[in-house]
C-alpha cells in the first residue's frame, strides 16, 4: 500500500506560481501511476494531471500549457509545477496513486489520495 502526502499549497496572486509536492512512501511507490485533482468549493473534483511511473504525461484542458507535471521516481515525489495563476485556479488539490501504468484522468480509478493542500490565487 502506498501512502501520499502533499506540500507546498498557500496563498499566491494572480499571476503568480508555486510548486505543490506529493511524496509517496510505501512498498513500490515507483511503479505507481500519479495524478493530481482539485476541487473547489460547490463543483465536481477536475483531472489537473497525471504521470505514469514510465513518465507519459497528460493534463487537463484548463491548465495546459500552465502547469507541469513532473515526478522524481529516486525520491518517490511527484510535482505540479503551477504557473500564470488565475483565480479560478483556487481549490483544494489532491493527489492520488494508481497501481500501474495506465494514466487516467477518471478519479474513480486511483486507489490512494492524500489529505490535499489548499491553493488560493487573489485577484
Known amino acids: 500500500q502506498v501512502q501520499l502526502a502533499e506540500s507546498g499549497g498557500g496563498l499566491v496572486q494572480a499571476g503568480g506560481s508555486l510548486r505543490l509536492s506529493c511524496a509517496a512512501s510505501g512498498r513500490t511507490a515507483s511503479s505507481y501511476s500519479m495524478g493530481w485533482f482539485r476541487q473547489a468549493p460547490g463543483k465536481e473534483r477536475e483531472f489537473v494531471g497525471a504521470?505514469?511511473?514510465?513518465?507519459?504525461?497528460e493534463y487537463g484542458d484548463s491548465v495546459k500549457g500552465r502547469f507541469t507535471v513532473s515526478r522524481d521516481n529516486a525520491k518517490n515525489t511527484v510535482y505540479l509545477q503551477m504557473n500564470s495563476l488565475k483565480p479560478e485556479d483556487t481549490a483544494v488539490y489532491y493527489c492520488?496513486?494508481?497501481?500501474?501504468?495506465?494514466?487516467?484522468?477518471?478519479?474513480?480509478?486511483?486507489?490512494?489520495w492524500g489529505q490535499g493542500t489548499q491553493v488560493t490565487v487573489s485577484s
Open positions: 504521470v505514469s511511473w514510465s513518465g507519459w504525461i
Open positions: 492520488a496513486a494508481r497501481n500501474g501504468q495506465i494514466i487516467t484522468a477518471d478519479s474513480k480509478e486511483y486507489d490512494t
